[in-house]
């Protein structure tokens, strides 16, 4: 969303096309490397492949076995992570904070 944000085009631009191109190109490349990194973009996958098993959030009792085998923790690291790339795909192509 943030790459979106601020590489995306306004409402006064909104029919150039060609304008959220960058945002597009920027969110395939996180795309890409969350894939490299986590085998998938599907959750499912992800815990299968992190945890060893998937869990149904739908579920009172699979969540609370979800809580016990430290989802939160791989979900807390793995948000980090994305984050982190994110962000340096932001810093790397044209964003600059202003002070």
């Not at 790459?3 to 959220?20: A, H, N, Q, S, V």
């Not at 980090?80 to 962000?87: D, E, H, I, R, S």
Request: overall charge positive; aromatic content about 12%; glycine content about 8%.
């Amino acid at each position: 969303m943030v790459i979106g944000y601020l590489f995306g085009r306004t409402r006064e631009d909104f029919k150039d096309m060609y304008k959220p191109m960058k945002s597009y190109t920027l969110v395939k490349k996180l795309h890409d490397k969350y894939v490299k990194q986590y085998g998938s973009c599907r959750c499912y996958d992800v815990q299968e492949k992190s945890m060893g098993r998937t869990f149904n959030m739908w579920n009172a009792d699979e969540m609370k076995e979800a809580f016990k085998a430290g989802m939160m923790d791989h979900c807390s690291t793995l948000v980090g992570n994305v984050a982190k790339l994110a962000t340096k795909i932001i810093l790397r192509n044209g964003f600059k904070l202003e002070s």
